[in-house]
């Protein structure tokens, strides 16, 4: 699991002496830990720990349009997220699921959507999504 991943390299940020790095990865193992304690004191799953990866990889690109060096912290997070689908990839996997859930206009953008969120979490821009969601529906 990836909390799981999060916390082993953490122990060997520490044991490798490299502070910072420990230091990012501890509140990030906490911040993801504290998901499922919170919720039937149970581990916390891959996809929860994603999305919180998710919320601490923009707050740090938000601090780093604030002109703070936040670097590796950027690096770290981007490290443990999937790999983003390209737009042409996202445009193909959408017109599937428009045939899939047989989706005929703008209204069924919702199941479209609910599905992708399902499917491929994290793994998509949203806005982009519906954008490409609305082309291919309106063509």
Do not use: W
């Not at 998710?54 to 780093?64: D, P, T, W, Y």
């Amino acid at each position: 699991m990836k909390i799981d991943l999060i916390k082993a390299d953490q122990l060997n940020a520490r044991k490798a002496k490299l502070k910072s790095r420990a230091d990012i990865l501890t509140v990030l193992y906490s911040e993801c830990n504290i998901i499922g304690k919170n919720n039937g004191n149970r581990k916390t799953t891959d996809q929860e720990c994603e999305t919180q990866i998710s919320k601490s990889l923009k707050n740090a690109l938000e601090n780093e349009k604030l002109g703070m060096e936040v670097q590796e912290e950027i690096a770290i997070y981007k490290s443990y997220l999937p790999q983003k689908m390209t737009p042409e990839e996202l445009k193909e996997v959408i017109i599937k699921l428009i045939h899939k859930e047989s989706v005929q206009d703008v209204k069924g953008m919702g199941l479209v959507m609910k599905t992708l969120k399902t499917e491929f979490t994290n793994m998509y821009d949203g806005k982009l999504a519906s954008t490409i969601f609305k082309e291919v529906i309106n063509a």
